[in-house]
């Protein structure tokens, strides 16, 4: 490879992309999109679910134990209803995700030792809400219930009997159980996928759209030197856009960065790597800029946006799915990018998934060099 061809083809694309502005907005105004867009839309976390009350009783014990819903930052109570029907029209009409009721024999029963029935009616349309709110429900419940029982020990004058067993919880990585800190890092990887993708994609297309592409095969330039010299720039955009990533996520979204920035910067290199050489195989094979942009979207953000692990757990997709997500790039960045940001996991416990993204790096190069052929053809 001779140096002077190849800082030559760097110096070619480097005035391209200047020249180009709307793709110079796009490698800075897109990665600050997506992030705000991702980090502020894209929430599993599930807070004041809106609530309807139709409480029968209608007593000093009943409120006090929809104090205990109304306290929780989970729940909302909007609206007392007076009537069923009215509780019915509200789920049917999305005013309200949960509705309680409480029978008119509520304090009876408690203060016999009965066993009282609270419906709970819960609007499934959305299943992940539903199977929230119930399990916020149940334990309020139960918390209510604990209060209950130490009530009668005190009024009966016994002694409080201690559970046999106890557990003790402690979160560790994500200690508010907050859906943001596990986002926003998995966008970044959707991010370079994306924007490494889609600007390689027009580096050869382009060259065939503007009648170059016969200056271009007439020099004594090679393939690996031209490959070489158009994806150093965009490679340097990509490492500029992931710190600027980075940065968003520790200092905007307050994500913490437990992990070392050596094993970061070096996982990113192998996924621009990956990404950076794919765009260029799709855009040596289409000749149309349109066509590249859109091969190059469809091959790197669908599958890193849905079979990387981002938004659905691998382990619970089904098996043959699974498998296919072994060759998904994007799938082992996500796991480092996580692993580094969160747990802060050394080099050594990474070393599989790094090498898997240093074969895919490997294998893509050696297809881009081979991609371009010096052919009008």
């Not at 009215?86 to 024999?105: F, Q, S, Y």
């Not at 990585?173 to 994306?194: H, K, Q, R």
Request: with cysteine.
């Amino acid at each position: 490879m001779r140096w002077h061809r190849f800082v030559a083809i760097i110096r070619k694309e480097t005035l391209q992309i200047r020249r180009d502005l709307p793709s110079l907005l796009i490698t800075v105004a897109m990665p600050v999109l997506l992030m705000l867009a991702f980090g502020f839309g894209v929430r599993f976390d599930v807070k004041h679910i809106p609530v309807y009350v139709y409480d029968r009783a209608g007593n000093q014990q009943s409120q006090d134990f929809l104090k205990h819903f109304q306290a929780s930052e989970y729940f909302h109570i909007v609206k007392a209803v007076d009537n069923y029907p009215a509780l019915i029209e509200a789920l049917d009409a999305g005013a309200c995700r949960l509705a309680i009721v409480i029978p008119t024999d509520f304090s009876e029963q408690l203060s016999v030792g009965g066993l009282v029935g609270v419906q709970a009616l819960v609007d499934a349309t959305d299943n992940n809400t539903a199977n929230i709110s119930l399990s916020y429900s149940e334990a309020i419940v139960q918390t209510y219930n604990q209060h209950l029982r130490l009530d009668w020990v005190q009024r009966h004058g016994g002694s409080t009997l201690q559970p046999p067993l106890s557990i003790d919880t402690r979160t560790w990585f994500n200690e508010n159980l907050e859906s943001t800190a596990n986002i926003v890092p998995g966008v970044i990887a959707i991010i370079m996928a994306v924007i490494g993708s889609f600007l390689t994609s027009l580096t050869i297309a382009r060259e065939w759209e503007r009648g170059t592409m016969e200056q271009l095969v007439s020099t004594p330039i090679t393939p690996l030197e031209l490959m070489v010299g158009k994806l150093v720039p965009y490679f340097a955009i990509g490492l500029f856009d992931t710190a600027l990533c980075a940065s968003l996520a520790i200092w905007w979204f307050e994500v913490p960065f437990r992990g070392q920035w050596t094993v970061f910067f070096l996982s990113c290199t192998l996924f621009l790597l990956v990404v950076l050489s794919l765009g260029y195989v799709v855009s040596v094979l289409a000749k149309s800029q349109l066509a590249a942009s859109q091969a190059a979207l469809i091959a790197t953000f669908l599958p890193a946006y849905l079979l990387s692990g981002f938004l659905y757990p691998i382990d619970q997709m089904p098996v043959v799915i699974q498998a296919i997500t072994h060759l998904i790039p994007a799938r082992y960045f996500m796991t480092i990018i996580r692993d580094v940001f969160l747990k802060g996991t050394p080099l050594v416990y990474l070393l599989d998934d790094l090498l898997a993204l240093a074969l895919f790096a490997a294998l893509l190069t050696i297809l881009a060099t081979r991609a371009f052929r010096k052919k009008l053809a």
